[in-house]
Every structure is written in structure tokens, then in C-alpha cells.
């Protein structure tokens, strides 16, 4: 995945206003399809901490799974369209 695609994940996370600051980071490294450990190795902090903010995106997306998170984000979906399908816009 591009950095210009990570950009635009990046921008439909922060659009949907659910989420803090790193959780949109750490979402959009999990629907570009990275491990745990490569988030963790990327931003420099615990597996650990990786996991929580995890967990903290699929409760504050109503999700269970990252299949169920990136089905959120599909591909080539405009940021204002994703916004409507939430209900934010």
C-alpha cells in the first residue's frame, strides 16, 4: 500500500470521528494489512500497547474483527461517502 493510500485511510478514520489521534494511525496500518508486531515496530511502542489501541478502535467502530473493521473502509470509497454510511454526515 502507498503512503497516499495510507494518507486517505488515514483522512476517512479521522472523518468518521470516533476515533483519538493514534487509534486513527494504528487503524489505518490495520486495514492496509499489517501485523500487530509490524504497527508495533512502526511507531516504536509495545505489541502491547498495539493491542489496546485494537481493541479500542473495534469498540468505539462497533466491530468484532479487523475483516469486520476494513469492511468499513473499502477501497476507492470517497471519505464523504464513508461518512454518510455512518450516520456522521
Do not use: W
Not at 77 to 83: D, I, L, R, Y
Amino acid at each position: 500500500m502507498s503512503e497516499r493510500e495510507l494518507q486517505e485511510l488515514r483522512f476517512k478514520l479521522f472523518c468518521d470521528g470516533r476515533l483519538t489521534p493514534r487509534q486513527i494511525d494504528v487503524g489505518a496500518l490495520v486495514i492496509a494489512g499489517r501485523s500487530n508486531g509490524q504497527i508495533a515496530e512502526f511507531y516504536k511502542i509495545a505489541k502491547n500497547t498495539v493491542e489496546a489501541h485494537i481493541s479500542g478502535i473495534y469498540n468505539r467502530m462497533g466491530v468484532r474483527d479487523r475483516r469486520e473493521l476494513t469492511s468499513l473502509f473499502p477501497r476507492g470509497k470517497s471519505a464523504q461517502q464513508v461518512n454518510l454510511q455512518s450516520g456522521n454526515g
